[in-house]
């Protein structure tokens, strides 16, 4: 059992950056692929970006490339999403997902765990 809790949501002014942390419980974290998704409201769960269990590959929607940089810290259990340049249109509640296989998805339901998510807000 993995449980996911993220923080470092909150508001900013378009082209500013976030940090959003997601602390992993459980003694699989280290073997888990993770990711983050968004979902805006009236929209679908969107991928953001993953990252495999050893931190050697990542997977990023088109839309972030470039912008946002996902990593990982074994040792505390932690994946971050570092988000830089924000536009409006990033604006969604960010959850982080963890798989149990080695590879990464962009796929929700290949997740097995979630966290609650965080309010990104980016003003124009």
């Known amino acids: 059992q993995v449980q996911l809790v993220e923080t470092g949501g909150g508001l900013v002014q378009a082209g500013g950056s976030l940090r959003l942390s997601c602390a992993a419980t459980?003694?699989?974290?280290?073997?888990?692929?993770m990711g983050w998704f968004r979902q805006a409201p009236g929209k679908e769960r969107e991928f953001v970006a993953a990252l495999d269990w050893s931190g050697r590959t990542t997977d990023y929607a088109n839309s972030v490339k470039g912008r946002f940089t996902i990593s990982r810290d074994n040792a505390k259990n932690i994946v971050y999403l570092q988000m830089n340049g924000l536009k409006p249109e990033d604006t969604a509640i960010y959850s982080c997902?963890?798989?149990?296989?080695?590879?990464?998805?962009?796929?929700?339901?290949?997740?097995?765990?979630w966290g609650q998510g965080t309010q990104v807000t980016v003003s124009s």
């Open positions: 459980g003694p699989t974290f280290s073997t888990s692929t």
């Open positions: 997902a963890a798989r149990g296989t080695r590879y990464t998805s962009e796929v929700p339901s290949e997740y097995d765990y």
